[in-house]
């Protein structure tokens, strides 16, 4: 009878609201660090970066499942690349036992960059507030379109998998570029919390990693940051 499909079209309504789907999304932005919630710019550390050289990029699979009409949880897995270029060109970074130091390298050369990097694989979960009820994520990939207004904070955690510096030079006009894999006292851990506000098929992000970036009193006290937008 016309009440039992009413019934039945009614939990089916119920069940489609509740249903997970997944989006590819990637990161395009930024990177700096703090220390002491300060920049270092002003201390001129030796390990001062380039803002506009310095960016992050992160590729990840996200699931969106409904919880409420308009509120969601968005959880994925994926992975994050860190690129600090360094201020000074010829900054080189030497690892001992005791520890990391930033120097500068004596060679007669001239140096054009100087950066380090760091990857990590990383998990998110962040609740999401979706004006719209969109039940998938809207993207410029999966060809998920929304016209309305979201946001949300929540955590990541992410296990490092890369490690390296790396410097640009020419020496009596010939191009060199030497790469030193390390860990250079990298925490293998980094986690934090992630905001992202969002209209139609663009996220705004930043994110903030609540540890610091080397191992304790092996390199300076520094907490990465990173933003940009996301598609």
């Known amino acids: 009878d016309e009440s039992g499909e009413d019934e039945e079209s009614q939990e089916e309504s119920r069940k489609s609201r509740k249903t997970t789907y997944n989006s590819f999304n990637l990161d395009f932005g930024m990177n700096n660090y703090l220390s002491g919630g300060k920049f270092v710019d002003a201390a001129n550390a030796p390990y001062t970066v380039r803002p506009l050289g310095s960016w992050y990029v992160g ?3 996200v699931y969106r499942t409904r919880l409420a009409n308009k509120f969601f949880l968005e959880w ?6 860190y690129n600090f270029k360094f ?5 080189r970074i030497i690892r001992n036992t005791s520890g990391i ?3 500068n390298d004596s060679r007669e050369a001239d140096f054009r960059k100087s950066k ?3 990857g990590y694989l990383q998990a998110s979960l962040v609740p999401v507030i979706d004006f719209g009820g969109n039940a998938h994520k809207p ?5 998920h379109h929304g016209r309305s207004f979201r946001f949300g904070v929540g955590p990541y955690v992410g296990y490092r998998v890369l490690g390296y510096s790396k410097q640009y030079f020419r020496i009596d006009g010939d191009k060199k570029r030497e790469r030193d894999h390390d860990n250079f006292y990298l925490n293998n851990l980094r986690y934090g919390f992630r905001a992202q506000v969002g209209f139609r098929d663009t996220d705004f992000f930043f994110c903030y990693d ?3 970036l080397f191992a304790k009193g092996k390199g300076p006290a520094l907490n990465a940051f990173s933003f940009g937008i996301s598609f």
Do not use: M, P, Q, T
């Open 59 to 61: 590729a990840n699979s």
């Open 116 to 118: 380090l990097v760091a």
């Open 210 to 212: 609540l540890n610091e």
């Open 87 to 91: 201020e000074n060109d010829s900054i």
């Open 139 to 143: 993207g410029k990939f999966d060809d």
């Open 76 to 81: 994925g897995l994926g992975g994050g690349i």
């Open 101 to 103: 130091s930033f120097v």
